[in-house]
């Protein structure tokens, strides 16, 4: 990734409380006000329905990425596989990718994607325990 200096260090420290907050949020209402509140403060947040919806996941770009892709996984009987991607982004910089989802318990159902910009790919499982 980038190492940016941050220069709005109190908005970038709410932005922070806010996204950290969201863990294990199952109120909608509560949910959709943290997002406003993380959209009224950082220009154009991206926000993403999942498949299933009722929980959060916030992804905060610091830096430029080239892409970001959210796709749904599917089990073929042997392995994990991407099977479609639901929604993507390129050229994102300095943004808060919101994504209205659920955490499964077992298998991850979706993933995230993100191309850095030496075209390195990170990607990262959407399930109940953590982000791997």
Do not use: Q
């Not at 200096?5 to 909608?28: G, K, Q, V």
């Not at 959709?32 to 947040?45: F, G, L, S, V």
């Not at 099977?83 to 979706?110: A, M, Q």
């Amino acid at each position: 990734m980038k190492i940016v200096i941050i220069e709005d260090e109190e908005l970038w420290l709410n932005i922070l409380m806010d996204r950290n907050s969201t863990s294990h949020i199952y109120d909608e209402n509560i949910s959709i006000a943290i997002c406003k509140n993380i959209n009224d403060k950082k220009d154009n947040a991206i926000i993403w329905n999942g498949m299933i919806k009722g929980e959060y996941v916030v992804v905060t770009i610091a830096g430029r990425i080239n892409r970001i892709e959210y796709w749904k996984l599917e089990w073929d009987g042997y392995y994990l596989t991407e099977k479609e991607i639901i929604r993507y982004e390129d050229n994102v910089e300095n943004k808060n990718i919101i994504i209205n989802t659920y955490f499964t318990e077992t298998s991850p159902n979706e993933k995230i994607k993100i191309y850095d910009i030496n075209n390195e790919i990170w990607e990262y499982e959407i399930k109940e325990i953590d982000l791997r």
